[in-house]
């Protein structure tokens, strides 16, 4: 049942490592639909290239959320959670069964969402908002693939159980299972809000309710959709860690200053469902003001935690070697290793463009001036994907020769592939959160209003945006196909990996401790220090820009 | 250790200073930010509101109807002209695929505008000012606002509503003193034809 590993030294069961592959394989296959949709969508979206007719941009973008936001990355998540239960923990696989279930279950409702939306029924976009209605085997689909991804997240739970108890690990679980302990928390809460709200939403498509109210419905809805991108942000983070311990043997500063982090956001971040309902009726000020800061703004400490810690758990390993200048650290930091690289882009991409902005959309009155803007989803290019997606790509480089025992095909593309990406993403990110405060609307087919009995110019200014736009997205698509071929490649006809000698990509052990002269500063990491101080200098530069472009606007109360 | 178990006594390990000066910027700034949002509901001039009711959107219907009766000072491109007096309050329908009516505002006056719509949720994106808010059916949103400057502004619908979802697109002209809407609008139809007896207007929204 168990192989070792000749390269970790770790037990893997291979009945698990099985239903790792088959999860992940699947990730591949609908991010490859996601991106084909992302393709026509950019050429579709500039104002003047209209690629696709109105109705199939519409249809498009449907698919494209969905196969992006949800398939993509949680059958990705669901192998990770399987990796970090079993693998890292030597334990065995609770129940290989239930885990195929669950993986047909998610694999059935994803192909019934598609196919609903291609064959047109389904024109809802992502979000579903009622009373705009799809077909009911859409709401199907919907409910099938939940009720998959709940009993997979069950099983990460019960491979815990049973490791604990075989004594597979005694008091402290690693970080890396640590942190997606935390996700597998909040997807919990987040499912069980999808089952709330999707269930009457199915029986209202059958005609068996007749209505499902529309403000209950977003109130609900975003404890699904916003918390999901939670569960994401704690996978990535957890990536993010393990890239940094197995690409320079880096280790948080503090195990301790680190779980608090994650604690934080099991508590606070499931407020996230106010960030949709800022300008929402029904809802008051003072419940908008409490949720969307998580309280008092305490799960954006535990990110603001984090985002010192990656860093500095690289600076604190690469010190230890004897770089001893205020960034030789980082210059000398293996940028040609595929991971470290795409970690490193991901983590700075994420703090600079989606979690700055995110806090600014995120905030009550501000939220005025961006609510369903193209700075909206601009947001979340700069979260999601430069932040998750990537990540997850950078680890993919670890997973094909440890877990599909392939060598890299093309591994001298593979070092270009997260800059490609990455830049792509940032650029269309960046050009979008402009387009959003310039007033563009997001899902919106022809904001030249062509054929509308009334006109609107945009200021002239989005032109070069819109070029910005074409160019990251574009270069993004690039990237994410390179990524899929040279991943397929590998994993189906890569040559096989005979032992440690075939290892392309380096699995560097943490640096003994420091020999001659250990510094007796106070600082450790000040390159961290500098690094995360001029974060916090855009941050607060943003923040206040963002007050003195809402307090130009109308009057409202 | 990502990977590995964690030394024994790390939740005994004090962490380093650097790390505890940053968590502490980081907790300041927190409390700093949501204290901002407070702050602004007392000090600041663009805030959410507070006021929506629960409303039929076959009421709603009629009290728009109303309103443009009581109102009309014309119409341009099918669509009436409305002049409310400063500090009355204001309809505005959302439908597919439109908003109704155009509006005529004062500049430095208050309004009290009723925001909903007839069939799906759809959302009032003010341009070039840039304010978004989210229009829902069955919800009468109240927002207060006070316009500051003259001119032309454009209500794009910003929230997914059907295949013509963009060609909705609606007007809401501001007026100095001594200004008539024609400057922004041009000719407006003025002949009085009573929008609410037209018989086209199909309140299911089908």
Same mark, same amino acid.
């Given at each position: /049942?168990?192989?070792?590993?000749?390269?970790?030294?770790?037990?893997?069961?291979?009945?698990?490592?099985? +239903?790792?592959?088959?999860?992940?394989?699947?990730?591949?296959?609908?991010?490859?639909?996601?991106?084909?949709?992302?393709?026509?969508?950019? #050429?579709?979206?500039?104002?003047?290239?209209?690629?696709?007719?109105?109705?199939?941009?519409?249809?498009?973008?449907?698919?494209?959320? @969905?196969?992006?936001? +949800?398939? $993509?990355?949680?059958?990705?998540?669901?192998?990770?959670?399987?990796?970090?239960?079993?693998?890292?923990?030597?334990?065995?696989?609770?129940?290989?069964?239930?885990?195929?279930?669950?993986?047909? =279950?998610?694999?059935?409702?994803?192909? +019934?969402?598609?196919?609903?939306?291609?064959?047109?029924?389904?024109?809802?976009?992502?979000?579903?908002?009622?009373?705009?209605?799809?077909?009911?085997?859409?709401?199907?689909?919907?409910?099938?693939?939940?009720?998959?991804?709940? +009993?997979?997240?069950?099983?990460?739970?019960?491979?815990?159980?049973?490791?604990?108890?075989?004594?597979? @690990?005694?008091?402290?679980?690693?970080?890396?299972?640590?942190?997606?302990?935390?996700?597998?928390?909040?997807?919990?809460?987040?499912?069980?809000?999808?089952?709330?709200?999707?269930?009457?939403?199915?029986? @209202?498509?059958?005609?068996?309710?007749?209505?499902?109210?529309?403000?209950? *419905?977003?109130?609900?809805?975003?404890?699904?959709?916003?918390?999901?991108?939670?569960?994401?942000?704690?996978?990535?983070?957890?990536?993010?860690?393990?890239?940094?311990?197995?690409?320079?043997?880096?280790?948080?500063?503090?195990?301790?200053?680190? &779980? =608090?982090?994650?604690?934080?956001?099991?508590?606070?971040?499931?407020?996230?469902?106010?960030?949709? =309902? =800022?300008?929402?009726?029904?809802?008051?000020?003072?419940?908008?003001?409490?949720?969307?800061?998580?309280? /008092?703004?305490?799960?954006?400490?535990?990110?603001?935690?984090?985002?010192?810690?990656?860093?500095?758990?690289?600076?604190?390993?690469? &010190?230890?070697?004897?770089? &001893?200048?205020?960034?030789? $650290?980082?210059?000398?930091?293996? @940028?040609?290793?595929?991971?470290?690289?795409?970690?490193?882009?991901?983590?700075?991409?994420?703090?600079?463009?989606?979690?700055?902005?995110?806090? /600014?959309?995120?905030?009550?009155?501000?939220?005025?001036?961006?609510?369903?803007?193209?700075?909206?989803?601009?947001?979340?290019?700069?979260?999601?994907?430069?932040?998750?997606?990537?990540?997850?790509?950078?680890?993919?480089?670890?997973?094909?020769?440890?877990?599909?025992?392939?060598?890299?095909?093309?591994?001298?593309?593979?070092?270009?592939?997260?800059?490609?990406?990455?830049?792509?993403?940032?650029?269309?990110?960046?050009?979008? #959160?402009?387009?959003?405060?310039?007033?563009?609307?997001?899902?919106?087919?022809?904001?030249?209003?062509?054929?509308?009995?009334?006109?609107?110019?945009?200021?002239?200014?989005? $032109?070069?945006?819109?070029?910005?736009?074409?160019?990251?997205?574009?270069?993004?698509?690039?990237?994410?196909?390179?990524?899929?071929?040279?991943?397929?490649?590998?994993?189906?006809?890569?040559?096989?990996?005979?032992?440690?000698?075939?290892?392309?990509?380096?699995?560097?052990?943490?640096?003994?401790?420091?020999?001659?002269?250990?510094?007796?500063?106070?600082?450790?990491?000040?390159?961290?220090?500098?690094?995360?101080?001029?974060?916090?200098?855009?941050? /607060?530069? *943003?923040?206040? #820009?963002?007050?003195?472009?809402?307090?130009?606007?109308?009057?409202?109360? | 250790?990502?990977?590995?178990?964690?030394? !024994?006594?790390?939740?005994?390990?004090?962490?380093?200073?650097?790390?505890?000066?940053?968590?502490?910027?980081?907790?300041?700034?927190?409390?700093?930010?949501?204290?901002?949002?407070?702050?602004?509901?007392?000090?600041?001039?663009?805030?959410?509101?507070?006021?929506?009711?629960?409303?039929?959107?076959?009421?709603?219907?009629?009290?728009?109807?109303?309103?443009?009766?009581?109102?009309?000072?014309?119409?341009?491109?099918?669509?009436?002209?409305?002049?409310?007096?400063?500090?009355?309050?204001?309809?505005?329908?959302?439908?597919?695929?439109?908003?109704?009516?155009?509006?005529?505002?004062?500049?430095?006056?208050?309004?009290?505008?009723?925001?909903?719509?007839?069939?799906?949720?759809?959302?009032?994106?003010?341009?070039?000012?840039?304010?978004?808010?989210?229009?829902? %059916?069955?919800?009468?949103?109240?927002?207060?606002?006070? %316009?500051?400057?003259?001119?032309?502004?454009?209500?794009?619908?910003?929230?997914?509503?059907?295949?013509?979802?963009?060609?909705?697109?609606?007007?809401?002209?501001?007026?100095?003193?001594?200004?008539?809407?024609?400057?922004?609008?041009?000719?407006?139809?003025?002949?009085?034809?009573?929008?609410? !007896?037209?018989?086209?207007?199909?309140?299911?929204?089908?």
């Amino acid at each position: /049942m168990f192989r070792k590993c000749d390269i970790t030294g770790f037990e893997v069961d291979k009945r698990g490592e099985a +239903l790792i592959k088959v999860n992940a394989v699947f990730a591949v296959v609908f991010f490859l639909v996601a991106i084909i949709a992302a393709f026509f969508l950019v #050429l579709t979206r500039h104002p003047t290239i209209h690629l696709l007719p109105p109705h199939l941009y519409y249809r498009f973008l449907t698919l494209h959320g @969905w196969n992006a936001l +949800l398939f $993509w990355i949680i059958f990705f998540e669901i192998a990770g959670l399987y990796f970090g239960s079993t693998v890292v923990l030597n334990s065995r696989f609770s129940s290989p069964p239930l885990g195929w279930l669950a993986f047909f =279950l998610m694999l059935g409702g994803a192909l +019934l969402i598609n196919y609903t939306i291609l064959q047109g029924k389904a024109d809802v976009l992502f979000t579903s908002y009622p009373p705009l209605k799809a077909h009911w085997l859409y709401y199907l689909g919907v409910l099938l693939f939940a009720i998959g991804a709940l +009993l997979g997240v069950i099983l990460f739970f019960a491979n815990l159980v049973v490791a604990k108890r075989e004594g597979k @690990w005694q008091r402290s679980l690693p970080l890396f299972t640590f942190g997606l302990l935390t996700a597998a928390i909040i997807a919990i809460v987040t499912l069980v809000s999808g089952a709330i709200i999707f269930i009457p939403t199915f029986l @209202w498509s059958l005609g068996i309710i007749d209505k499902v109210d529309p403000e209950n *419905y977003r109130i609900i809805f975003w404890g699904v959709g916003h918390p999901a991108q939670q569960i994401n942000l704690a996978a990535m983070i957890s990536v993010w860690y393990l890239i940094s311990y197995l690409s320079v043997g880096g280790i948080t500063p503090s195990e301790k200053i680190s &779980r =608090l982090a994650f604690l934080l956001y099991i508590l606070f971040i499931n407020l996230a469902s106010a960030h949709h =309902l =800022l300008v929402d009726p029904a809802v008051s000020p003072a419940w908008k003001v409490f949720n969307t800061s998580y309280a /008092m703004y305490l799960a954006v400490l535990g990110s603001m935690i984090h985002a010192y810690a990656i860093p500095a758990s690289v600076e604190l390993a690469q &010190r230890k070697r004897g770089y &001893r200048g205020l960034f030789t $650290w980082l210059a000398k930091a293996p @940028w040609g290793n595929p991971a470290f690289s795409a970690m490193f882009i991901s983590l700075v991409g994420f703090g600079f463009i989606g979690g700055v902005t995110g806090v /600014m959309i995120g905030k009550e009155q501000t939220n005025i001036i961006h609510h369903n803007t193209l700075a909206v989803p601009g947001h979340f290019k700069g979260t999601v994907v430069i932040g998750t997606t990537l990540a997850f790509m950078g680890i993919t480089y670890y997973l094909i020769p440890l877990i599909f025992r392939r060598k890299i095909v093309f591994y001298s593309l593979a070092k270009v592939q997260p800059w490609l990406f990455g830049l792509g993403i940032a650029m269309l990110a960046i050009s979008m #959160l402009a387009l959003g405060y310039l007033g563009v609307p997001r899902r919106h087919y022809d904001i030249l209003f062509s054929n509308a009995p009334f006109k609107h110019e945009f200021n002239p200014a989005m $032109w070069f945006f819109w070029a910005l736009f074409v160019i990251g997205g574009i270069s993004a698509v690039l990237g994410a196909i390179l990524w899929i071929f040279i991943v397929v490649l590998s994993v189906f006809f890569g040559p096989k990996l005979k032992g440690p000698e075939d290892m392309q990509i380096p699995i560097v052990p943490p640096p003994q401790e420091e020999k001659r002269n250990p510094s007796h500063s106070s600082i450790l990491s000040p390159g961290t220090l500098t690094l995360i101080f001029i974060f916090f200098v855009w941050f /607060m530069t *943003y923040f206040f #820009l963002n007050w003195k472009w809402l307090s130009a606007t109308w009057y409202v109360k | 250790m990502a990977l590995l178990p964690p030394p !024994e006594n790390w939740d005994k390990e004090k962490p380093s200073k650097d790390e505890k000066t940053w968590v502490y910027i980081a907790l300041f700034s927190c409390f700093f930010m949501f204290f901002w949002m407070i702050g602004w509901h007392i000090f600041g001039k663009q805030n959410t509101s507070f006021v929506s009711y629960k409303v039929n959107p076959m009421e709603f219907f009629q009290l728009h109807s109303s309103f443009v009766e009581k109102y009309k000072i014309g119409e341009k491109n099918g669509v009436p002209v409305v002049k409310p007096p400063p500090e009355s309050d204001v309809i505005l329908l959302a439908r597919m695929w439109s908003w109704s009516p155009i509006l005529v505002l004062e500049k430095d006056k208050w309004y009290t505008f009723h925001i909903s719509s007839l069939d799906l949720q759809h959302g009032f994106s003010l341009q070039p000012v840039n304010m978004n808010f989210q229009v829902v %059916p069955g919800y009468d949103h109240v927002l207060k606002f006070k %316009p500051t400057k003259e001119g032309e502004y454009s209500i794009i619908c910003n929230e997914f509503c059907g295949i013509g979802h963009h060609l909705m697109i609606g007007k809401i002209i501001v007026i100095a003193d001594g200004e008539t809407p024609e400057k922004y609008l041009g000719e407006i139809k003025t002949e009085k034809n009573d929008f609410a !007896e037209k018989g086209d207007f199909n309140p299911s929204g089908k």
